[in-house]
Every structure is written in structure tokens, then in C-alpha cells.
Nanobody
Framework: QVQLVESGGGLVQAGGSLSLSCAASGRTFSRYAMGWFRQAPGKERELVAFITSGGATNYAYSLKGRFTISRDNAKNTTYLQMNSLKFEDTAVYYC????????????????WGQGTQVTVSS
């Protein structure tokens, strides 16, 4: 069983930056692939980025270059650094653990955080 707690969301002006964190419980964190998803009002949840247990990263094509996913296995934490934020980045951001991946595709695992709201003002 893994519990995930996101933090770091908030209100930011367009062009600004935010850093999200996802703290995981359990001793098997380092073995899990981790993903960040987001869901905007009226839209489906979409993959933002994922990072494998070995540290390889993949991003949604439209976000590449602005967002950076990373992990610190010693702290059981995954991060999402978001730069040059746009109004359309406004969404609830969710952390996911234990997903399966192949090439650039990531299927979410069973473990989700509660989400953290990111609001970008234009």
C-alpha cells in the first residue's frame, strides 16, 4: 500500500513558476514508476509526465521544455517543476504511483494522491 500526498499548488501569474511535490509512504517507492497527471474543469485527466524507477523521464509533447519531473528516492518524493506557466495549465494536478510504461506511454497505477490545485491567472 502506498499513500501519496501532493503539495505546492497555488495561484500564480502567467509566466511564473511553481514546484509541486508528491511525498510517498512505504519502503518500495524507489521501485515504482511515478507519474503526474492533471485535470482541468470539464476535461479528462491527462498525463503530464512520468519518471521510471531508473530516472528516465517522458513528457506530454506540448509541455516538453516547460515542465521537469524528478525524484529523490531518499526522500520518497517526486517533483514537478513548472515554468513559463500559461492560463491553460490551470488544473488539479495528481500524483500517481506504480504505473506501467512502454516507450512514451504510461498507464497509471492504483495509487493516487488527493490532488493539488494550480491556478494560473492571465
Amino acid at each position: 500500500q502506498v499513500q501519496l500526498v501532493e503539495s505546492g499548488g497555488g495561484l500564480v501569474q502567467a509566466g511564473g513558476s511553481l514546484s509541486l511535490s508528491c511525498a510517498a509512504s512505504g519502503r518500495t517507492f524507489s521501485r515504482y514508476a511515478m507519474g503526474w497527471f492533471r485535470q482541468a474543469p470539464g476535461k479528462e485527466r491527462e498525463l503530464v509526465a512520468f519518471i521510471t524507477s531508473g530516472g528516465a523521464t517522458n513528457y506530454a509533447y506540448s509541455l516538453k521544455g516547460r515542465f521537469t519531473i524528478s525524484r529523490d528516492n531518499a526522500k520518497n518524493t517526486t517533483y514537478l517543476q513548472m515554468n513559463s506557466l500559461k492560463f491553460e495549465d490551470t488544473a488539479v494536478y495528481y500524483c500517481n504511483a506504480g504505473g506501467r510504461y512502454r516507450d512514451t506511454r504510461y498507464s497509471p497505477g492504483d495509487y493516487w494522491g488527493q490532488g493539488t490545485q494550480v491556478t494560473v491567472s492571465s
